[in-house]
């Protein structure tokens, strides 16, 4: 998730007086300017970025805005859908010199479609202008800003090119998150939402790009309440990534969720990740250069149940963060129940708008935990599992496990679930034992010994007897410290 972060400070000084230049005049200085340094690029004025800008310069001027970046991107956040706009201030002497301040506002890399602009006169003989820009590409179509609790929203949005998958997440006042079920039809998503409760929502679409999963439209609905008037008040803070690590800490515990351990195997994978993107100036999940979360997993050779990535782009890495929680995709994965280790790993570098910030990475993880009798734990869920079914239970064959435990092993080291190695322990299963009257062989590998839940033959009262192989092995195609079983179910 990438917040407006990016604040390109300026102060400058003319010597004529006369009144502050109007909001056409503004526009005007702007495509003028974006004429001369971007004369390939192709932008519109945006209605809700110009609000937003058009809200900032009003509080500032009425003084419950601070002129910084974090004030520009609060009424951002609340105008406008689009996931990561990018601020430009300046304060500049005299106020009707404002529009000449408009062209060093925007990143020189051309990177935006979208802009809105406004300015407003400061104590001082001075004037605050403000700009905003996007990289504009997906469409939604307008969802009020404030509405009445019980009020169905309609979701219609149409991917940009190169964005597929849409889905769609709602954050509701108490921070819990849904992902409701939605019309699709190629790149264009449709869906009905019900906001019941008073307080604040979060309708936010996801979809897969050239560089994985990314937020491409976030909007702030108010139900049955008023919007924030002003942005918070900004103060002294920690900002390092062990604020990060309180913030996520803090986030959890008002959840009734545990703390999250910091892993220092994971802190490597996500530091790795955040240089990447900063050497490459590419803000993704997924990177030529080091794959996908999973590559990087894998490559470490960090052993998991589960996993998910967070990254963000901002001014700090608290900064980041904060924009990471404020996504309802992303605040799920860090109220994941079944995370326990964390890593965090940042790296300055320039954006790809051109300004400088921190890339911030979060790897939350379940870590595998091996079992000391991992034939045990198999042989007694699939007991389990026959006593549900009202089935007897089947009997451990020390001559079955023989062969299960010698052949999982095979099957390990090869590192793919050979149906002729299975075949194989089905011949050799009934040839060792004359009486035997039939086998069947399955092969699983997972995270632990509930991989084997969805064996359909211990639920099949055809077998009697059963023998169960184990082993922790790391393959290329199943990652690191997976539990390979191999089950022989005979009669």
């Known amino acids: 998730m990438r917040p407006l972060p990016f604040a390109l400070a300026a102060a400058l000084s003319f010597p004529a007086h006369a009144a502050l230049p109007g909001q056409r005049a503004l526009e005007s200085a702007l495509r003028e300017a974006v004429a001369g340094s971007c004369p390939s690029l192709t932008f519109a004025i945006d209605p809700d970025l110009t609000r937003a800008a058009q809200a900032f310069v009003a509080a500032a001027q009425a003084g419950r ?10 009424y951002a956040a609340l105008e406008s859908y689009e996931p990561s706009p990018v601020s430009g201030l300046a304060t500049v002497s005299p106020p009707s010199r404002a529009d000449r301040a408009v062209g060093d506002l925007f990143g020189k890399e051309c990177r935006f479609n979208r802009a809105g602009v406004a300015a407003a006169v400061l104590a001082g003989d001075e004037a605050v202008v403000a700009l905003v820009t996007a990289a504009h590409s997906t469409e939604l179509l307008p969802i009020p800003g404030k509405v009445q609790p019980g009020t169905a929203v309609e979701v219609d949005a149409t991917l940009g090119p190169g964005l597929s998958s849409p889905r769609l997440f709602v954050q509701a006042p108490d921070a819990s998150t849904e992902e409701p079920p939605v019309s699709v039809e190629g790149r264009r998503l449709r869906a009905r939402v019900t906001l ?7 309708v936010e679409v996801l979809a897969t790009g050239p560089g994985g999963p990314e937020v491409v439209a976030n909007r702030r609905v108010f139900v049955g309440v008023a919007p924030p008037a002003a942005p918070p008040a900004e103060g002294p803070r920690e900002t390092g990534l062990a604020a990060v690590e309180h913030a996520i800490a803090r986030l959890r515990t008002s959840h009734g969720l545990p703390a999250l351990q910091r ?5 490597r994978v996500a530091e790795g990740h955040s240089r990447e993107m900063a050497r490459t100036r590419t803000f993704a999940h997924v990177l030529p250069s080091d794959g996908s979360m999973t590559d990087r ?29 404020a996504s309802p995709a992303h605040l799920k994965n860090l109220l994941d129940p079944h ?8 790296a300055k570098g320039t954006s790809p708008d051109g300004a400088e910030g921190v890339y911030l990475t979060e790897v939350l993880a379940a870590p595998i935990e091996t079992s000391r009798d991992p034939e045990g734990e198999v042989a007694r869920l699939l007991q389990e599992k026959r006593r549900s079914a009202g089935l007897k239970p089947l009997a451990r064959d020390a001559r079955l496990d023989a062969i299960a435990a010698r052949e999982v092993r095979e099957l390990a080291s090869r590192g793919d679930l050979s149906r002729d190695l299975q075949r194989a322990v089905v011949d050799e299963a009934l040839k060792s034992r004359l009486r035997l009257r039939s086998a069947i062989a399955e092969a699983y590998v997972g995270s632990g010994p509930a991989a084997t839940g969805s064996s359909p033959n211990a639920v099949s009262p055809a077998w009697t007897r059963v023998g169960v192989g184990a082993v922790y092995a790391t393959s290329e195609a199943y990652g690191a410290g997976r539990l390979w079983v191999l089950l022989v179910y005979a009669r």
């Open 339 to 346: 995370h326990r280790r964390l890593g965090l790993g940042i």
């Open 65 to 74: 805005a601070p002129v910084t970046g974090a004030g520009l991107g609060f």
């Open 297 to 325: 997993l894998r490559k470490a050779g960090y052993a998991y149940r589960s996993a998910g990535e967070n990254i963000g782009l901002s001014v700090d890495p608290l900064t980041a963060h904060e924009a990471i929680a």
């Open 196 to 202: 019941a409760a008073r307080g604040e929502y979060t």
């Open 263 to 267: 892993d220092p195997a994971l802190d």
